[in-house]
């Protein structure tokens, strides 16, 4: 143990991160300095923002990018887990429930989700990571001992190259564990002063860049859609459950009543963290309503024979198969099930395209609107934007045939 050098729990952290001691240390002195701003709702009402200092925000974001993104390569997240992700959108939340056999989809609303994790929930979630953490180190070390040739999981949270003192000490408790006391002193302040910086007033902060990535990591550690798949399963309902923010879908085939829809709200709040929102639960039967899920409708088609739509398309020119398939919602993933926009939202941007014809200023929004767009339906865009969306190409001298 001599020969190994003892350091901090802020000096591992400032190694992690690759950032000076003393940035961590003013970030720890300036940690309330924390800005109060307050946006309205789509849905009405006004939403609490709290927007962390500069140098916060600074901390905040090398943690983020440089501890927790290594995560996900972890596997530490639900599958189908999809807000806040980086390369997953709002549409990957809809397309998780796209199911020729979807009948019924029931929504539920976490109740004031990031002040619901608190500074001990934060604390431990991050404690259970770094512990399986070095157990790996320490499985990999110890079978390296053996004679075996393995190597540690990539990314590497604790490297040799920033932070070798630490890594040496975890892998002397492979032949003396009397070191196990000075590696939990400095998992233990590495782990403290991290939550510290990450929450504010004893709770997660919405408005700070990590609090959306550190509520999925908590949603994942009380594995709250596990819980619910496997009631939904114990009460014979074959379902596809899937979490945005702080938004669960469930869909399924059979219907789910008010009794069951009792105990999920009953299966989430076991877990002492977080609390649904009863004015917010939302009930759909396909039949009725197109369900909405992140801004998305899932369209049920009617009388729509797959093999004979097919065959049929198969013979129509391109120009009017792209019209016909656009009509129709047609996706031959899942032939009788689809995703579109609201109607309300489509007007809005067919709006903005015809401003944008005589103000050119608007042509970045009109852009991002049209990729947005192109991401959802593809090439085939809808019917109510390809006209004005030709009109402004054309004024703009660009060539409307890609549309």
């Not at 504010?200 to 609090?211: H, I």
């Not at 005589?358 to 609107?369: E, T």
Request: a positive charge; one cysteine or more; glycine letters at 6%.
């Amino acid at each position: 143990m001599s020969r190994i050098k003892i350091e901090g729990g802020d000096t591992l952290l400032a190694g992690v991160l690759g950032m000076p001691s003393a940035d961590i240390r003013n970030a720890i002195v300036c940690r309330d300095n924390y800005k109060i701003k307050h946006i309205v709702k789509k849905s009405g009402g006004r939403r609490r923002l709290s927007i962390p200092c500069k140098s916060v925000k600074k901390f905040q974001k090398l943690f983020l990018k440089k501890f927790l993104y290594c995560l996900i390569e972890r596997g530490v997240l639900d599958k189908n887990m999809t807000g806040f992700l980086p390369g997953v959108s709002v549409k990957d939340n809809a397309l998780v429930h796209l199911n020729e056999n979807l009948q019924y989809v029931v929504r539920l609303d976490f109740k004031n989700a990031f002040p619901s994790v608190s500074f001990r929930v934060v604390k431990e979630v991050l404690l259970h990571h770094v512990k399986n953490e070095i157990g790996t180190y320490r499985a990999v070390e110890i079978q390296r001992l053996l004679g075996k040739k393995i190597n540690y999981p990539e990314p590497v949270l604790f490297s040799m190259r920033k932070v070798k003192w630490f890594r040496e000490l975890v892998s002397s408790l492979s032949v003396d564990n009397s070191a196990s006391y000075y590696l939990d002193y400095i998992v233990d302040g590495f782990i403290e002063m991290a939550a510290y910086l990450l929450t504010y007033k004893g709770k997660l902060p919405q408005g700070a860049p990590t609090s959306p990535f550190m509520l999925n990591l908590t949603v994942s550690y009380l594995k709250i859609l596990d819980r619910i798949r496997e009631f939904l399963k114990q009460n014979n309902i074959d379902s596809q459950v899937s979490i945005y923010a702080d938004d669960i879908v469930i869909s399924a085939k059979e219907r789910i009543n008010f009794g069951l829809i009792r105990g999920l709200i009953g299966v989430v709040e076991a877990s002492r963290v977080f609390r649904i929102n009863r004015a917010k639960i939302l009930r759909f039967d396909i039949n009725q309503t197109a369900p909405l899920i992140t801004g998305f409708r899932l369209i049920r088609i009617r009388s729509v024979n797959r093999k004979l739509t097919e065959s049929w398309l198969a013979r129509l020119p391109r120009k009017i198969k792209a019209t016909v398939e656009e009509r129709l919602f047609y996706n031959p993933q899942s032939p009788f099930i689809n995703i579109t926009l609201p109607q309300k939202q489509i007007k809005k941007i067919r709006g903005i395209i015809h401003r944008a014809i005589y103000q050119p200023g608007l042509a970045s929004k009109v852009n991002g609107y049209v990729a947005y767009l192109k991401d959802i339906y593809g090439e085939h865009l809808p019917r109510q934007i390809v006209e004005p969306y030709k009109k402004y190409l054309l004024v703009n001298q660009k060539d409307p045939e890609v549309v």
